[in-house]
């Protein structure tokens, strides 16, 4: 029996023998039926913290367990590093089981899981449904102790709840994990990953405090100046105190042959080219809060965005989105050595080099930055235009680019039109009484107290504040037509006193 046991392939020689051993209980032959065709589905959240062959091995044996006497899995489809709340159609894996149930040569009667929550997250089942039934495919799962029918109500009911549950258990997760990182740079002031800052390296902050991470040799980290870089960031600061320029700041740091950020840490930043400096990088060096020493987090965060409604299935994609400052949690202790003090760079955000008007006078606007374009989402440009004060959206396009017919129309509003709009809404100074007044500059300062921002289309104007909407322009109104923007011509006043028209082209 040795002998043969180790002539057969894949198996070690006490495993051989393991198999070989008959005293524990006495075995029962009995004809093994073929059955149905079984396509296993288990997907597992993370590749850095998960391994695949343990997760996939926990979830086949659930459903080896469930679909015993009842056939054989044929195939497997597994997704790695993929979370739940992904459509299946943009899960690599899933997606080839889908191609797969639609294919009327598939080699599979029926799909089976190994757990709820690993295949499906809200009504995601729900909207698998149809595809199952119209190519007579089965689902197995282990909550409904084999096959589910889709025509039981109990077990409709019971799918409606796992849906819930599985979406609650990701929105708890993600509100503890949030919750604890904010106390974390808080009350801490703790690293909580990424690579550093420029002018900053990480360095060894101690051993992680929880005691069962420590045993297992995990570190904190903490920022360092960087001996190489640090003192390029203080010079770039301390010329911006100085009223330069962030361009001519850019192009000091080229002509002196200063490694940008992406080509002084490469390894980092293997999908930038490194060449050489740019006017966005100074920026966005100058906006950093962290160069302050305290440690801030939040600053960006990641939305889901719906996509549109082309497939039976509800589709996101993940998109970065700069949060608001009053969104930041800035930690109340100095965490690392600052590279400028907080009032140098507090007075550098304060620091504008727009250009002068020809004429010398300064050009105020009172709603720069709260007017949103609903035909794109971009914040709109001021644009002064007759001797107006006012605000335009190109949607991306510039000179640099001919224009195409596909797209949309320059968008033109004049800031005393929207404003003469706001105090006369009734429907608004009910809740918000103070948009009533007379005076422009306290209205503007009124929203962006309170964090109100105006959305303009070609045909509707909306305040929105954090819990209601307000529309500004009643629907049929005449903002749905459009007039051309009159010319400028000598002494032709009446031209430029048109009616009140919102919208121009």
């Known amino acids: 029996m040795a002998t043969r046991a180790a002539a057969e392939p894949g198996r070690s020689t006490l495993s051989a023998w393991a198999a070989g051993q008959r005293k524990l209980r006495p075995q029962r032959f009995t004809p093994s039926a073929d059955g149905l065709r079984f396509a296993f589905y288990g997907r597992m959240s993370t590749v850095d913290f998960q391994d695949r062959a343990s997760s996939c091995r926990w979830q086949r044996d659930y459903a080896d367990d469930l679909i015993a006497d009842h056939g054989r899995i044929v195939v497997e489809f597994f997704d790695e590093g993929i979370s739940r709340r ?23 009667d029926a799909i089976v899981v190994g757990e709820y929550e690993r295949a499906f997250h809200g009504q995601q089942l729900e909207q698998l449904t149809p595809t199952l039934v119209r190519h007579g495919v089965q689902l197995w799962l282990p909550e409904t102790y084999g096959p589910v029918d889709f025509d039981n109500p109990r077990q409709l009911a019971l799918l ?28 801490q002031g703790r690293h909580l990953g990424g690579r550093p800052p420029y002018g900053y ?38 010329q911006r105190l100085a009223g330069r320029s962030v361009a001519s700041i850019a192009r000091a740091l080229n002509d002196n042959g200063v490694p940008c950020p992406s ?51 509800d589709r996101h994609h993940e998109i970065q989105r700069w949060s608001a400052s009053t969104d930041w949690v800035i930690s109340r202790e100095i965490a690392h050595t600052p590279l400028v003090s907080e009032e140098h760079f507090v007075a550098v ?25 609903g035909v794109c989402g971009r914040i709109m440009d001021s644009h002064w235009v007759h001797g107006r004060p006012g605000y335009r959206c190109r949607h991306g396009h510039t000179s640099t680019r001919a224009r195409t017919s596909a797209q949309p129309k320059i968008l033109y509003i004049r800031e005393e039109h929207l404003l003469d709009r706001i105090r006369h809404d009734r429907g608004l100074h009910r809740r918000h009484p103070a948009l009533r007044s007379p005076d422009p500059e306290r209205l503007a300062a009124y929203l962006f107290t309170n964090n109100m921002i105006i959305v303009c289309d070609h045909h509707a104007w909306t305040i929105e504040a954090e819990t209601a909407t307000y529309p500004l322009t009643p629907a049929g ?29």
């Open 86 to 108: 992904v459509a299946w159609s943009d899960r690599p894996q899933a997606s080839r089981l889908l191609d797969a149930v639609t294919d009327s040569a598939r080699g599979f």
């Open 201 to 238: 390296r990480l360095a060894d902050a101690g051993p992680h405090p929880n005691r069962a991470h420590a045993a297992w040799g995990r570190r904190l980290h903490r920022l360092d100046p960087d001996p190489a870089t640090a003192p390029h960031v203080r010079w770039i600061f301390e």
């Open 349 to 373: 955000q304060a620091i504008h080099t727009a250009p002068t008007p020809a004429d010398g006078i300064p050009r105020c606007y009172l709603l720069a930055g709260v007017i949103c374009c």
């Open 263 to 313: 080509g002084a840490d490469p390894a980092r930043n293997p999908h930038r080219t490194g060449r050489q400096w740019m006017l966005t990088t100074v920026a966005a060096i100058l906006a950093n809060p962290r160069y302050t020493g305290r440690q801030v987090w939040n600053r960006q965060r990641t939305d889901r965005d719906a996509l549109p409604d082309e497939e039976p299935f």
């Open 477 to 505: 109104s005449f903002l749905a037509t459009t007039a051309k923007i009159p010319a400028q011509r000598d002494g032709d006043h009446a031209k430029h006193e048109q009616p009140s028209q919102f919208v121009w082209k």
């Open 160 to 187: 409606d709840l796992l849906g819930v549950h599985s979406q609650r258990e990701v929105s708890r997760a993600r509100h503890r994990t949030t919750a604890a990182m904010r106390a974390q740079a808080e009350l």
